[in-house]
Antibody, heavy 117, light 107 residues
């Protein structure tokens, strides 16, 4: 069974950074790209970027360049996303999602980030 | 960026009715459109890929059609578990984009 287990919810101060994880199981981690998607409260879905773990190549939505940094650890089958210089606009639920032939076919459970002082 | 416009924003139906949800792309994207269902407080779930290809484990009452700029997700005889939000997403070009969603609610 394919499973993406995300790290827990975070409460962070404005201006700080947060790094969240997405641990993959049930498939060969390096065979698939991993996407990250933002969902602001009561809003729709927004693509942040993707990483290809096999070759450590990333692509970002221009909107999130400088905000999000995607990495992957092949030894632990885990993808990471770090968000920097957090503001209230970054308060959202963040999902990781596996890509299979252009389609996000498996999703993590989501991780909530709340930016508040 | 490719803009996906979903309509209607909200659709109120009675269980047992059949419905069609629309997704229109701002430029031609062949059949590179995918549909997801998101229930309240859950992660999105893939329903249909490449406009009309079925997904293992998804009930056969869900089907998709279209190509170019106009796409449709159809639900034949809506069941109570189908009341949720539906999103379309294009993989034709980066950045990947999603529609704003259609909320299917009980009338």
């Amino acid at each position: 069974e394919v499973k993406l287990q995300q790290s827990g919810d975070e409460l962070v101060r404005p201006g700080a950074s947060v790094k969240m994880s997405c641990k993959a199981s049930g498939y060969t981690f390096t065979d698939y790209a991993m996407h990250w998607v933002k969902q602001s409260p009561g809003q729709g879905l927004e693509w942040i970027g993707t990483i290809i773990p096999l070759i450590d190549t990333t692509s970002y939505n221009q909107k999130f360049k400088g905000k999000a940094t995607l990495t992957a650890d092949k030894s632990s089958n885990t993808a990471y996303m770090e968000l920097s210089r957090l503001t209230s606009e970054d308060s959202a639920v963040y999902y990781c999602a596996r890509e299979s032939r252009g389609v996000m076919d498996a999703w993590g459970q989501g991780a909530s980030v709340t930016v508040s002082s | 960026d490719i803009v996906l416009t979903q309509s209607p924003a909200t659709l109120s139906v009675t269980p047992g009715e059949s419905v069609s949800l629309s997704c229109r792309a701002s430029q031609g994207i062949s059949t590179s459109i995918h549909w997801y269902q998101q229930k309240s407080n859950e992660s999105p779930r893939l329903l249909i890929k490449y406009a009309s290809q079925s997904i293992s484990g998804i009930p056969s009452r869900f089907s998709g059609s279209g190509s170019g700029t106009d796409f449709t997700l159809s639900i034949n005889r809506v069941e109570s578990e189908d009341f949720s939000v539906y999103y379309c997403q294009q993989s034709y070009s980066l950045p990947l984009t999603f529609g704003s969603g259609t909320k299917l609610e009980i009338k």
